[in-house]
C-alpha cells in the first residue's frame, strides 16, 4: 500500500508500461466516440472537455498532480464522463474519490514527514495518476463501446466493474495515509509480524477500516448517481475492499522481492477489483 515509493528504479520500465497500456486506449477512444457524438450531440462534448479542463487545473493549482499527471486525469475526466453525460455520471465517484485522498494525504502530514513517508509536494505523477485510475477506465471502455459502436446493451457488469476500481483505489490511499498517521501496530499480510509503518503490504486495523469506509463511500456515490441496485453496490463495495488486501499481499510479496514496483502493484490491485466485480456483478 505504500504510495510513496520512488519510482526512479530497475523497475520504472513498469510505469512507462502502464502508461503505454493505457494513455493511447483512453486517448483514441475519447477522440473517436467525440468525433461519433459530435454531429447529434454537440454540447455533451464541449461540456466533457470543459470539465475535464477544469478538473486538470484545479487538480495542478492544488498541487495535488504534476501538470503531465493533471493532463491524464483530465482525461480520463472526459471518457468516464461520455459514458452517460450529464448529471448521472460516474465523474461524481471521481470526484469522492479525489475529495477523500487529497484529504487523506494531507492528514497528519508533519508525522509523515517526519516517518519520511510522505507523498512529495508535488503531488502524483502521471504513472501513478494512471495506476490508481486506469483499470477503471479501461472497465467502462467496453461498455460504452459496445452501446454506441455495436448498438447493442450488455448487462452492467463493465459498469459495476469501474466503480469497484475507483473504490478500490480510494481504499488504497486511505488505508495506507490514515493507517500512518492513527497508528496502530502494522504487520506485515503475510507473516503477521510487526514492521515499520510504510512498509510494503503492511495492514493495520485503522487503516483497513478507513480504507474500507473510503471505498464504501464511492460505491454510495455511485449508487446514488448511477441507480446502482443494492446487490451491485454489495459487490462493488466487497470487490473494492478485496483488491485492498490484494494490493498488501503484492506489496507483502512481489513487490519486497523487488519484481513488482508500487505503480505496478496498485494496477494489478484495481484491475483485480474491477475483474472481481465484473465476473460476480455478470451472474446477478
Known amino acids: 500500500m505504500n504510495l510513496h515509493t520512488s519510482n526512479r528504479s530497475p523497475l520504472h520500465w513498469q510505469s512507462k508500461l502502464i502508461l503505454l497500456l493505457v494513455i493511447p486506449l483512453a486517448g483514441t477512444f475519447a477522440i473517436v466516440e467525440s468525433m461519433q457524438r459530435w454531429p447529434f450531440a454537440p454540447a455533451s462534448i464541449v461540456t466533457a472537455y470543459l470539465i475535464a479542463g477544469g478538473f486538470a487545473l484545479v487538480v495542478w493549482m492544488l498541487r495535488a498532480a504534476t501538470p503531465a499527471a493533471a493532463l491524464t486525469g483530465g482525461l480520463f ?24 485522498t487529497f484529504a487523506a494525504t494531507r492528514f497528519g502530514r508533519r508525522r509523515k514527514e517526519a516517518l519520511g513517508i510522505a507523498e512529495e509536494r508535488h503531488g502524483r505523477t502521471a504513472s ?20 454506441i459502436w ?12 469501474a466503480v469497484a476500481a475507483l473504490g478500490e483505489a480510494t481504499a488504497d490511499t486511505l488505508s495506507s495515509e490514515f493507517g500512518e ?12 509480524r510487526r514492521v515499520p509503518p510504510g512498509t510494503d ?48 499481499l503484492l506489496g ?33
Open 77 to 100: 475526466a472526459v471518457v468516464l464522463y461520455l459514458w452517460a453525460p450529464g448529471w448521472h455520471t460516474i465523474l461524481w465517484a471521481l470526484l469522492a474519490l479525489f475529495l477523500l
Open 128 to 147: 501513478q495518476v494512471v495506476a490508481n485510475l486506469g483499470a477503471g477506465v479501461v472497465a467502462a471502455i467496453p461498455l460504452r463501446a459496445w452501446r
Open 150 to 161: 455495436l448498438g447493442i446493451y450488455p448487462g452492467r457488469a463493465a459498469l459495476i466493474a
Open 181 to 192: 498517521v492513527l497508528g496502530g501496530e502494522p504487520r506485515l499480510l503475510t507473516t503477521l
Open 201 to 248: 503490504g503492511a495492514i493495520s486495523i485503522y487503516g483497513t477500516l478507513a480504507g474500507a469506509a473510503g471505498a464504501a463511500v464511492v460505491v454510495a456515490v455511485a449508487a446514488i448517481v448511477l441507480r446502482l441496485t443494492s446487490a451491485e453496490s454489495l459487490v462493488a463495495s466487497a470487490s473494492a475492499i478485496a483488491g485492498l488486501f490484494i494490493d498488501s
Open 252 to 284: 507483502a510479496t512481489l513487490e519486497r522481492r523487488g519484481w513488482l514496483n508500487n505503480d505496478a502493484v496498485n494496477a494489478l490491485s484495481t484491475a483485480a477489483a474491477a475483474i472481481l466485480a465484473g465476473v460476480l456483478a455478470d451472474r446477478l
